[in-house]
């Protein structure tokens, strides 16, 4: 069983950034694969990046290059740095958890966390 929470959202202007964190507890949490989505209301959850165990990282088209996913085991933490950000960027992002491979599906993955807003406005 993990437990997951994410935390760093906010509001920010278009081109800012932000850090969002995904703090995990639980037995062998290193050896989890940890993926970010995000959701507006209506639409279906989308995956932004997952990175394995080993740092390995794969990225949604519509943040490459923009968006850099981290972990520091040390920390029981995974990061996801949001640079460049805009306007179609809001939405509530999660963090999951599974022990396969990296995947942007969100059926996929076993744990989740309650969310953080990320509120992109001028």
């Known amino acids: 069983q993990l437990q997951l929470v994410e935390s760093g959202g906010g509001v920010v202007q278009p081109g800012g950034s932000l850090r969002l964190s995904c703090s995990v507890s639980?037995?062998?949490?290193?050896?989890?694969?940890i993926g970010w989505f995000r959701q507006v209301p209506g639409k279906e959850r989308e995956g932004v990046s997952s990175?394995?165990?080993?740092?390995?990282?794969m990225y949604a088209e519509s943040v490459k290059g923009r968006f850099t996913a981290s972990r520091d085991n040390a920390k029981n933490t995974v990061y996801l740095q949001l640079n460049n950000l805009r306007p179609e960027d809001t939405a509530v992002y999660y963090c999951a958890a599974r022990l396969r491979s990296p995947e942007l599906l969100a059926k996929a993955y076993e744990y989740w966390g309650q969310g953080t807003q990320v509120t992109v406005s001028s």
């Open positions: 990175i394995s165990s080993s740092s390995a990282v």
């Open positions: 639980g037995r062998d949490w290193d050896s989890y694969t």
